[in-house]
C-alpha cells in the first residue's frame, strides 16, 4: 500500500523568505513522487516530479524538491517565497514496483500563506 | 494548446438523482484518470482509463462508473446520489496509463447534493 503524509496543515513565510513544504511517503518498492498546487476554485497544477536520478529536482515557477530515500521524504522548496505562491500543495506518490501502477495517492494538503 | 477541460463547472443535484460529469483531455494523451476531492482533503483515485478500457478502480462503490469514448474524451456517472457525494470531482489526464508520465488536472466539477 502506498501513502503520502503532509504533517503541517498550514505553512506561514513572509515573501522573499525561504519556503519549505515538507512530505514524507510510504511505498512497498520504488516511488515516483509529485508535487502538484492548487489556487482556489481551480484544479491541480503539476509542478515537478521525482523518478530517478539525481536527487534535487527542479520545477515550475522556481519551485525544486529534495528526494531522501533514507527518511522516505520529498519536501518542496522555493529559496525566496512571492505572495502569489499562496496557494494549497498537494504531495503525490506512485508505487512504480506495484502492479498496477497508475494510481496517483494524495497527502491532504497545506496551505501556504505568503504574506507581504 | 488547450489543457485539461470538464464540463459541467458546476452542478446541483437531490439526493437519488443521477449525474454524468464530462472531461477532454490534453490532445495526444490516452489515459484519463478521475479523482474525487472533498473539502479539506487530497483527492482521491476512482478510476483510470487507458486506450478506451478501465485499468481500475478506486474504493467506491458500485454506484460510480466511467467510460472513455474514441475520441478519449471520457465520462463519469454517478446514480443513486448522496450527500456525501458532494465534492469536486478532478479529471486529469496523461500521455499512457502509467509508467512516469505525469497527470494533468482539469479544473474540476463542483458537485452538491442537497
Known amino acids: 500500500a502506498q501513502s503520502v503524509a503532509q504533517p503541517e496543515d498550514q505553512v506561514n513565510v513572509a515573501e522573499g523568505n525561504p519556503l519549505t513544504v515538507k512530505c514524507t511517503y510510504s511505498v512497498s518498492g520504488n516511488p515516483y513522487l509529485f508535487w502538484y498546487v492548487q489556487y482556489p476554485n481551480r484544479g491541480l497544477q503539476f509542478l515537478l516530479k521525482?523518478?530517478?536520478?539525481?536527487?534535487l529536482v527542479k520545477g515550475s515557477y522556481g519551485f525544486e524538491a529534495e528526494f531522501n530515500k533514507s527518511q522516505t521524504s520529498f519536501h518542496l522548496k522555493k529559496p525566496s517565497a512571492l505572495v502569489s505562491d499562496s496557494a494549497l500543495y498537494f504531495c503525490a506518490v506512485r508505487d512504480i514496483s506495484e502492479r498496477p501502477d497508475y494510481k496517483l495517492s494524495f497527502g491532504a494538503g497545506t496551505t501556504v500563506t505568503v504574506r507581504a | 494548446d488547450a489543457g485539461v477541460t470538464q464540463s459541467p463547472t458546476h452542478l446541483i443535484k437531490t439526493r437519488g438523482q443521477q449525474v454524468t460529469l464530462r472531461c477532454s483531455p490534453i490532445s495526444g494523451h490516452k489515459s484519463v484518470s478521475w479523482y474525487q476531492q472533498v473539502l479539506g482533503q487530497g483527492p482521491q483515485f476512482i478510476f483510470q482509463?487507458?486506450?478506451?478500457?478501465?485499468?481500475g478502480r478506486g474504493n467506491f462503490p458500485d454506484r460510480f462508473s466511467a467510460r472513455q469514448f474514441p475520441n478519449y474524451s471520457s465520462e463519469l456517472n454517478v446514480n443513486a446520489l448522496l450527500l456525501g457525494d458532494s465534492a469536486l470531482y478532478l479529471c486529469?489526464?496523461?500521455?499512457?496509463?502509467?509508467?512516469?508520465?505525469?497527470?494533468?488536472f482539469g479544473p474540476g466539477t463542483r458537485l452538491t447534493v442537497t
Open positions: 521525482y523518478i530517478t536520478g539525481d536527487n
Open positions: 486529469a489526464s496523461s500521455f499512457s496509463g502509467g509508467g512516469y508520465y505525469e497527470q494533468y
Open positions: 482509463y487507458y486506450e478506451k478500457e478501465e485499468r
